[in-house]
Each structure stands twice: as C-alpha cells, then as structure tokens.
C-alpha cells in the first residue's frame, strides 16, 4: 500500500514540477531566447542545472517550512500525495483557462487547509508567510521605481545590449591545441555583455529552483516518503523536462502578454526579482518568483515614466503640468542616446512609445495572488474534513 501511494505521490510530483519548468524556463529564458543570445535547448540544460542548485541548497529552507513549518505536526507521505494532487489540479484548471497560478501560493493553501481541518495549523508561521507576500510587492515596486527612475536612464545611455552576426567564439585551431576566439564580428562590449545576461538569467534559474522545487519535493519527504535529496533530484528533473518541452513556447511568447520590455529592462526586473526570491527563500518564505517579477515591473514603468516630474509630485499624483508616458521604457532609439534630466520634458521618442505592460494582464496576475491560495486552501479544508484518515 505503501509503495503504490508513493508511485502516485511521485508521479503527481512529476507533473506538478513539469508545468513549474514549463513556465519559469520561460521567464529566466526567454529573454535571452528572444534576443538570439542562447538557443533553446541551451536555455533549458542550463535552467535544469540552476534550478538544482538552487533546491539543493536554499531550497532546503523552503521545504522545511513546507513539511515542517506551516503545520505542527510532520507531513505524512499520504496527505503530501493529496496536497500534490491540489497543487496538480490548479496547474491544470490554470492551464485550461489560461491564468496564471503561483505555485509556492497554492501549495501554502494546501497544506494551511490541512491545518485548518486537523486544528494543527501554524498560526504564527502562516500570518508571518502572508506579511511577507503582502509586503513583497510592494518591496518590488519600490526598487523597481528608483531603478525606472534615476538608474536606468543612465545605464540604458552607456550600454547597448546586441548581438552580431555569427557565432560569439570560435575555436583557434592552428596551434598545438585548440583555444576559444573571438568571433568575425565579436566585440569585447559584446562578449561582456552577453556574459551579463547569461548570468543573470543562470541566477533567475537558481532562485527558480529555490522557490519551486520544494512545492513538487516537499510533499514525497515524510514517513514512508522519499529522502529529501532524492525528492529534490525527482522534482529537478521533472522541471528540466518541462524546460525542454512545454517551455519552448513560453520562451517564445513570455513578455507578449504581460510586458513589452527591453533587454535591458529586463535584466534589472530579472536581477531584481531573483534577489527577493532567493534572500526570502533563504529564511524559509515560499514566494512565487511571478510576483517580484510583476511588481517590479510595473515599478520600473512608473519610475521611468515620471521623471519628468518631481518625486513628490509622483507620489501624490499631481501630474497636470506634464504629460506622463507609461510606456516611455520602450521608446525605440533610445539606446545609447541621454533622457531628459529629471523635471524637464521627454523627447519625441519617448512620447510615442508604446506601451510597457497590459493593464489586464496585471490585475489577471494580482487576482491570481489571492484566488490561488485561497481556493486551495478551501478545497483542501473540505478534503481532509471529510477524509479525516487521509492525514
């Protein structure tokens, strides 16, 4: 009996960890993807090993509250499988209807509906989650807004991300052994840059790991369950075969619905938002990597937008003396090129610009953040009501 709820505990863990690796491969990827900078399937081997490492070590954290924390006492092997199965579910309703589920959300709901119905919940741990995801966004917008603001502005000036045609490095063969060289039309800004937003998009792979592996892990590590390591490699490789599969899509399409930004842009929202998923994963918090990544986004719209105006004047939104461009970060021409300094009006580019994210997108988002949990955390309340042996 027991190894029968363990197979259908790892094969539910293998779908929930397949559509994590469909989605979050194409949110450190695809920018990258679509500036032509890596391939693929390079941006899927190189997502799986991050995401190792990120659940291997920081994840850790993660699952100790998952499987430890948020309850008081361990979760067992068989309400870890129903708990699976709900954050399965979800995925899969979200994938029908087309919106967008933070997994770490969901399977907080979960287990806190397991709480809920076996009067074990931790009541100090779960309103110290819910402060966290409160205060995330807003987190994120904050730092968003002074980079749109005073940061972006003048790197965006010094720096122009392109790739040139053929290959970055060849391979110098005319002496004994081979070595790497540059190639035909490879420049040093080039390589450097590059080598940028491939770090950047690794350190996205590796908080991805840290905030997402535990929610496919976390529920096979129990009595009669899986060791953690082992959970963890399964969960790895399950996101990894979403990377290679379903991801390459998102990679293609991740920014048409929800933002239309920059490369450079986006490796600020990137850097940004992996740094609050990985530092909130360390001390235990599961996050969705989606709502840094959001909110930081529209922060960096706002702050660019109302440079032309006071601070103050942005904060309280007295803004009839100037026109305020929402899109002003996606002004084409712009690269390399000085914005109007802070209170005096923007150029021509910056007044067509297009715009920076879709409203309706974002409040899908939002919406998201608070039906996701809540849903889950009433289904499960009702499942382990009425199968009260399941726990």
Do not use: Q
């Amino acid at each position: 009996m027991v190894e029968t709820l363990l197979a259908i505990g790892i094969v539910a863990s293998i779908f929930v960890g397949f559509n994590i690796g469909g989605s979050s491969t194409g949110i450190a990827w695809g920018p990258p993807v679509g500036a032509g900078i890596v391939t693929k399937t390079t941006a899927a081997a190189l997502m799986t090993f991050f995401v190792f490492l990120g659940g291997i070590t920081v994840g850790r954290n993660v699952m100790d509250t998952l499987s430890e924390g948020i309850i008081t006492i361990d979760l067992t092997l068989s309400a870890g499988v129903a708990v699976l199965f709900f954050i399965g579910f979800g995925i899969l309703i979200a994938n029908i209807f087309g919106v967008p589920v933070p997994t770490s959300m969901t399977t907080v709901g979960a287990i806190a509906g397991l709480g809920l119905a076996t009067d074990t919940l931790n009541y100090e741990t779960i309103a110290e989650i819910i402060s966290w995801w409160i205060v995330t966004p807003i987190i994120g917008f904050w730092i968003g807004g002074v980079i749109g603001r005073y940061i972006y502005p003048e790197v965006n000036r010094r720096v122009e991300i392109k790739k040139s045609d053929g290959p970055l490095l060849t391979l110098d063969r005319r002496g004994t052994l081979p070595k790497p060289t540059f190639g035909p039309n490879t420049t040093w800004t080039e390589l450097t840059t590059t080598g940028v937003v491939l770090i950047t998009a690794c350190y996205m792979a590796f908080s991805a790991g840290a905030s997402n592996v535990p929610n496919a892990a976390a529920p096979l590590v129990g009595a009669g369950g899986l060791p953690e390591d082992r959970a963890i490699i399964i969960a790895t490789l399950a996101i990894g075969l979403g990377g290679f599969t379903i991801a390459r899509r998102t990679m293609e399409s991740v920014g048409g619905e929800l933002s239309d930004i920059p490369l450079l842009a986006a490796l600020f929202v990137m850097l940004t938002a992996s740094t609050i998923t990985t530092l909130l994963s360390w001390i235990g918090i599961p996050i969705s990597l989606v709502m840094a990544t959001v909110m930081t986004i529209v922060g960096i719209g706002w702050g660019r937008a109302t440079r032309p105006i006071g601070f103050r004047d942005a904060v309280s939104r007295e803004t009839e003396d100037h026109e305020i461009i929402p899109g002003a970060i996606t002004a084409d021409n712009m690269e390399g090129k000085p914005a109007a300094p802070i209170g005096e009006e923007e150029p021509k580019e910056v007044l067509n610009a297009g715009d920076l994210f879709n409203p309706r997108a974002i409040m899908k988002y939002v919406s998201m953040w608070i039906i996701g949990p809540s849903v889950s955390t009433l289904l499960a309340y009702g499942f382990f009501i009425l199968l009260p042996g399941v726990a």
